[in-house]
């Protein structure tokens, strides 16, 4: 497979008239596991939100798998945890409830849950240690117990690409090393991952690209920058955005980004 996951080219967006992204160039191909770092309000979220077209672009432009989001079809190819689990009033949804919506975008309007949707469900709990909650109702869960469900429900999709925002932000560091080895499983079977990240711990193994983000704009793009602070030394910046990763480039060692 040779597509690209995800292509924004000059991204920009504003709120109130204030530059949140400006000229942003970010290609995702298959495979890559490309994490992206920054300070808080650096703009990181609002980035994964644009490439999704969940935040409308004022400037620019974004494809999914070669098509704008407003004409993207085929979104069981992306799974998407955003940052923490929103629940409606009503009745309560149950943990395996909410996995289970991961299949949505799989079924037909009329097609029943079959036994494959059940057992991708029962899967995806099994990998996140959350089979034995499956009939709690979520609001009845911790927050990095929340964060695995969210987790799950991305799993259960069996996407390609799968985008994470601050998947480890909060969270204990027994659910930030199961989600460690959830994606390590992943990018072995070919998956794509984009996460949010503003420290990485366990998770800096597995990722092959650094994207940084500063005040909107991209400042380094390519060899994951090591802890030091490389990127930021002049001549150091501004890689060339689409500037191939090296094979074999080593992992994010100590990254931690802007402790603010």
């Not at 969940?54 to 999914?64: C, R």
């Not at 927050?143 to 987790?151: A, D, E, F, K, P």
């Not at 080895?181 to 949010?196: Q, S």
Request: proline share 8%; aromatic share 4%.
């Amino acid at each position: 497979m040779s597509e690209t996951a995800f292509a924004m080219t000059g991204g920009r967006v504003s709120f109130e008239g204030k530059p949140v992204l400006q000229g942003i160039d970010l290609t995702v191909r298959p495979g890559e596991v490309v994490a992206l770092l920054g300070a808080n309000g650096s703009g990181k979220s609002t980035l994964v939100r644009a490439l999704l077209g969940l935040t409308p672009l004022s400037g620019g432009s974004t494809l999914v798998y070669g098509s704008p989001p407003a004409r993207f079809r085929e979104w069981w190819r992306i799974g998407y945890v955003p940052q923490r689990l929103h629940v409606g009033g009503g009745v309560p949804a149950s943990v395996r409830e909410v996995v289970a919506s991961g299949r949505i975008a799989r079924q037909s309007r009329f097609r029943r849950t079959s036994v494959v949707d059940r057992a991708a469900v029962a899967s995806a709990l099994e990998a996140v240690r959350l089979a034995d909650r499956e009939g709690d109702p979520v609001q009845s869960l911790s927050g990095g117990q929340q964060q695995r469900v969210l987790i799950a429900r991305a799993l259960a999709g069996e996407p390609d690409t799968y985008v994470m925002d601050e998947p480890t932000a909060g969270v204990d560091a027994e659910t930030q090393k199961l989600l460690a080895d959830t994606l390590a499983a992943l990018v072995l079977d070919g998956k794509t991952v984009v996460l949010v990240a503003h420290e990485l711990g366990p998770l800096e193994p597995i990722i092959t690209r650094g994207v940084v983000i500063r005040e909107g704009q991209v400042v380094h793009d390519g060899r994951p920058p090591r802890p030091e602070g490389d990127c930021a030394r002049p001549g150091h910046e501004h890689q060339h955005p689409h500037a191939p990763v090296e094979p074999g480039a080593g992992p994010l060692t100590g990254w931690q980004g802007d402790p603010r």
